[in-house]
């Protein structure tokens, strides 16, 4: 069972900057995945990242996130610039052995808690 533990949430005012961090003991996933929901929206994806490979981002986050893996700590990143009011959302870490995507969120069967990010003006 793959098991995925995000953290480094939490409120920040418009134009600031978050770090999230997405931990697992299963090593070597073949992607892994940053999703996002807010209130009354459906899930979207917002970056992923294939082992060995570039990330891919949504449109709304490209060029102000960055995402990465450290595959010695089994570790996903997403760094975070450049926040705006719509960036408030509940973010999930995903991770899956067989698709990368960040169109559609049924390629993913592992999923974190998530962690709440708010950014206030």
């Known amino acids: 069972q793959v098991q995925l533990v995000e953290s480094g949430g939490g409120s920040v005012q418009a134009g600031g900057s978050l770090m999230l961090s997405c931990t697992t003991a299963?090593?070597?996933?073949?992607?892994m995945a940053w999703f996002r929901q807010s209130p009354g929206k459906e899930r979207e994806g917002v970056a992923s990242l294939v082992l060995g490979g570039r990330a891919v981002y949504a449109d709304s986050v490209k060029a102000r996130f960055t995402a990465s893996r450290d595959y010695a700590k089994n570790t996903l990143y997403l760094q975070m610039n450049t926040l705006e009011l719509e960036d408030t959302a509940m973010y999930y870490c995903?991770?899956?052995?067989?698709?990368?995507?960040?169109?559609?969120?049924?390629?993913?069967?592992?999923w974190g808690q998530g962690t709440q990010v708010t950014v206030s003006s």
């Open positions: 995903a991770a899956s052995s067989t698709r990368c995507t960040v169109q559609t969120d049924d390629a993913f069967p592992y």
């Open positions: 299963t090593p070597s996933l073949y992607c």
